[in-house]
């Protein structure tokens, strides 16, 4: 019986890069380290920041995160076929997905180990912890030049893994007395980024750009979102780990995959207006899902509810489209060059705090008042993104560019 296998996307329309998704990672980026550093300012708007857990709302900080998600999922079919046309089997390209989902949760346990930290019986501080956890990141997952032997860079990898071992041997957490060994007490920022990624990646694969499979897969998750919360997820299915079981995280990546394969699609046609409207009418129809899933389990990011899960998509699906417009189609991607390394060092920008807080610390910097409160301060905490991102960059200039 002959079959008949999906023709895929055309590589004038499936590898090339897009700016716009580019910068709205830049921006999400610079946007999580600045609300990141909230905790050093007094004073601010409520609105920036997490809503507490219980309550029912939505500060800026609490829109990053699954933005971030939406855009792993947007990155995927123009990742994959990438890799296809370079000549990439299915085998292969789950074999990589694998290897970047586990590197995320490694290094999303290991900093999570150090916000639970003792000083005393570990013999560090947590920040020196998150900055030695960072340096064994990136000597095991640089992109190593092809010009270094090859002795060189197993030699690097491997003082990474020892410092990461050794690392896990010493660690001691929570306080004198009832001490805790290391242990995934959760996966972190990195490790539900590393759920969320392998679910969404391996739908994506096996997908081949099949628009009806990757909304069945996005329906599912988003309906395993609302059975969550409701208890009706099958006890057998609870062996699997929360962020994927709980439907929202991956929901937020598959949602990001199947704007990008529209965008594709919409793409190879140049139909940008009809492509527009399209995705203006998905938001609308999000905004409206979270309207309706509102009343039953508010809108909550620690809760991860199905109404944060359909209003942070539309919100995402919304910048998207806006920055493809100016930058893509107005040729304006220049307005945003001083942000331009956190879309493409993103890992290495989100390091970067770890560097700076320590050095602030060993040189006993301690700002004014003045310039902790207030609009002063929030100034501050945008400047300390860009320097991090800065500090990315100039990185990148001496070799150093990590690569999952």
Not at 101 to 121: C, K, Q, R, Y
Not at 139 to 167: C, D, E, H
Not at 195 to 213: C, K, P, Q
């Amino acid at each position: 019986m002959e079959t008949i296998e999906p023709r895929p996307a055309a590589p004038s329309d499936s590898v090339t890069r897009v700016r716009a998704i580019d910068l709205l990672r830049a921006l999400t980026m610079v946007l999580m380290v600045f609300v990141n550093d909230l905790w050093s300012l007094k004073d601010i708007p409520a609105w920036l920041e997490h809503v507490p857990r219980g309550v029912d709302g939505m500060g800026l900080a609490d829109v990053v995160f699954p933005a971030f998600l939406f855009i792993v999922g947007m990155s995927l079919p123009f990742a994959i076929d990438s890799r296809r046309s370079k000549g990439d089997s299915d085998l292969q390209l789950v074999g990589h997905v694998l290897g970047r989902s586990i590197a995320l949760l490694i290094m999303g346990v290991f900093f999570v180990n150090g916000e639970t930290l003792n000083a005393g019986a570990t013999g560090m501080t947590a920040l020196v912890w998150d900055t030695v956890c960072s340096v064994a990141f990136i000597l095991i997952w640089n992109a190593y030049p092809r010009t270094m032997p090859q002795w060189s860079q197993r030699g690097l990898k491997a003082l990474g893994v020892f410092i990461l071992l050794t690392l896990a041997f010493i660690y001691r957490g929570g306080e004198d007395g009832h001490l805790e060994r290391f242990a995934p007490h959760w996966w972190g920022i990195l490790g539900l980024i590393g759920w969320s990624y392998l679910v969404a990646a391996l739908v994506t694969v096996f997908a081949r750009g099949r628009l009806a499979i990757l909304i069945g897969a996005w329906a599912a998750f988003s309906l395993l979102s609302l059975a969550w919360p409701a208890k009706l997820v099958p006890a057998p299915l609870h062996i699997l780990p929360e962020p994927i079981i709980d439907g929202t995280m991956t929901a937020l990546s598959l949602g990001g995959v199947i704007i990008a394969r529209l965008f594709q699609i919409f793409q190879a046609k140049n139909e940008n207006w009809r492509m527009t409207l399209v995705f203006a009418v998905i938001a609308i129809l999000l905004i409206a899902l979270s309207i309706y899933t509102r009343q039953f389990w508010g809108l909550s990011k620690l809760a991860a509810t199905p109404a944060w899960l359909f209003l942070c998509s539309a919100f995402t699906l919304i910048a998207f489209t806006a920055l493809y417009w100016i930058s893509d189609m107005a040729r304006k991607a220049h307005w945003f060059n001083p942000v331009k390394p956190a879309g493409t060092d993103t890992l290495l920008c989100y390091l970067m705090p770890a560097f700076l807080y320590l050095a602030m610390d060993v040189a006993s910097l301690d700002l004014p008042a003045p310039w902790l409160t207030g609009g002063i301060g929030l100034f501050k905490s945008l400047i300390f993104a860009l320097v991090c991102v800065w500090m990315a960059s100039a990185l990148r200039r001496i070799g150093i560019r990590l690569k999952l």
